[in-house]
């Protein structure tokens, strides 16, 4: 490994270094998390479609819930099922396979003559949903150098976020001239965008170093790193993280080791909580539970439209910001609105305010200081962290495993919501969703440490250290590429 390592530094003295760095890394950033985009359609676009696909096929409550969810299953097995994949062919090879799925899985959504069809193609296309969301975070935070990694990983949350307001505006200014089946089927389009775009972007340097050796990640570190010094110093800690490497580190047995353990436990964690404490049902279930409220059909769209503009504007935000506030700062500034918010929506619901009045349009307001605080807070670290806090061997089934518990809680609430009104009511359902956001507070704040700023090998040291705690200050500052740079400049001067 050491002939290697010299080798691999040699590569780096004799590289070429590319003008053009810093565009490749933001183009493999923008393009893979367009698939968040295709995420966000996929499922967002049901919020607009299930009052045509209920007219058109005659459904019951219990057949919406099955449709609405049913992409949540295939999500599940997507998620679940990539990482064999993602190990063995690579992270952008997994990309290419799950937006030709979404192709596929679009298309069939569109043409399904009948609910028991619609529902077998929404689970098909789930496993792309599943599959995107374990890879793509992954790919980017392997790409991304850690100044950086924040702003670049929660792309995916913002391309998310242009999804659903995309689903939503199409669903209220297009569902009558178009009808559902067009809405479905548009989002093919950008698959297949991805699909061709991939085969022009960067490996993962990470998986390249396990995978192909040290002198490829190289060539793949300097088609997206602008500093000689920068590449030198990260293949130099790839290289420390790849010959620490054990057998029983790789894969799933891997997550068994006792040293992960704190790691499992912050991101599954937050995994859970991303999506039980009751964002997605705002998104599926908005027009549904308004008019139930007394809502036209229009206006309950329209505030279905507000509530992706509110998600996509915070999480835009969060990008820009999560580098500089943090990960763990940032769910603890915003989490407790969340809990304010939820607690007022259920009052406002409790008193069953009249038509028009002052206090039904205060379900609007509340409606949207939620999505202000969940979308803006634990919804930006949600799927980062799951991209960042697992050491390199176990990597790929880490992530697997993250999305998994995102997908199994996100159908959980999916499932269960229209059924849970039932049983008590649409305040105690916003009373209940208020406790998982507080309970999800007390977890980060005892088991969520700060990862902003460190690389992926230093926050694998921490853990085999024994000393990855909210309370550890255990990651050195990190040098952004800049600064890294104007080192060199003064160092060959």
């Known amino acids: 490994m050491k002939t290697e390592k010299k080798h691999a530094l040699d590569a780096v003295k004799n590289l070429e270094m590319s003008p053009n760095a810093n565009r490749v890394l933001w183009a493999a950033a923008f393009v893979s ?11 967002g676009i049901i919020s607009g479609a299930l009052l045509l696909i209920t007219k058109d096929f005659h459904l019951t409550a219990g057949q919406e819930e099955m449709v609405t969810s049913a992409i949540l299953v295939g999500a599940v097995l997507g998620a679940m099922g990539i990482s064999w994949l993602s190990e063995k062919f690579g992270r952008r090879v997994s990309v290419m396979v799950v937006t030709a799925v979404f192709v596929v899985g679009a298309v069939a959504c569109g043409q399904a003559p009948d609910v028991t069809t619609l529902v077998v193609a929404r689970v098909f296309l789930g496993l792309a949903v599943g599959g995107a969301t374990q890879v793509v975070p992954t790919y980017i935070s392997e790409l991304a150098p ?5 702003n670049l990983v929660t792309l995916f949350n913002v391309a998310i976020g242009v999804g659903i307001f995309l689903a939503n505006l199409v669903g209220f200014t297009m569902r009558d001239a178009w009808g559902w089946r067009p809405m479905v089927m548009i989002a093919a389009g950008p698959a297949a965008f991805v699909f061709i775009c991939m085969f022009f972007l960067p490996k993962s340097p990470r998986w390249t170093a396990e995978n192909e050796g040290l002198t490829s990640a190289v060539e793949q570190l300097g088609r997206v790193r602008s500093s000689r010094k920068a590449i030198q110093r990260e293949i130099t800690e790839i290289h420390e993280s790849v010959v620490g490497m054990e057998d029983d580190e790789r894969g799933w047995k891997g997550l068994m080791l006792p040293w992960v353990r704190p790691a499992l436990v912050a991101a599954l964690g937050i995994a ?10 705002m998104i599926y279930y908005t027009p549904t539970f308004l008019s139930d409220a007394g809502f036209g059909q229009s206006s309950a769209l329209l505030t279905s439209l507000g509530v992706a503009m509110v998600y996509l504007v915070m999480t835009l935000l969060g990008c820009l910001f999560v580098d500089r506030i943090g990960r763990r700062r940032l769910v603890l500034i915003m989490g407790p609105g969340s809990v304010l918010s939820l607690l007022g929506l259920g009052l406002v619901f409790a008193l069953h305010p009249d038509k028009g009045s002052v206090g039904s349009w205060m379900i609007v307001v509340f409606l949207l200081l939620f999505m202000v605080f969940n979308s803006g807070g634990i919804q930006v670290v949600g799927w980062l962290l799951g991209a960042e806090l697992f050491p390199l061997p176990m990597r790929a089934a880490a992530t697997s495993v993250h999305a998994g518990v995102l997908w199994g809680a996100d ?8 059924t849970l009104v039932q049983l008590i009511s649409l305040g105690g359902t916003m009373w209940l969703y208020a406790g998982v956001n507080l309970a999800s507070v007390v977890f980060v704040y005892f088991f969520v440490p700060e990862t902003a700023g460190a690389t992926l090998e230093e926050i694998e040291s921490a853990l085999r250290r024994g000393d990855f705690t909210p309370t550890a200050q255990n990651h050195r500052r990190i040098l952004t590429e800049d600064e890294v740079a104007r080192q060199d400049g003064a160092e060959m001067a």
């Open 33 to 43: 998390a367009i698939c968040g985009g295709l995420y966000g359609y996929d499922t």
């Open 272 to 281: 859970f909580f991303t999506q039980a404490g009751g964002l997605e049902m």
């Open 411 to 418: 159908l959980l609430v999916t499932a269960t919501a229209l």
């Open 146 to 150: 850690a100044a950086k990694r924040g």
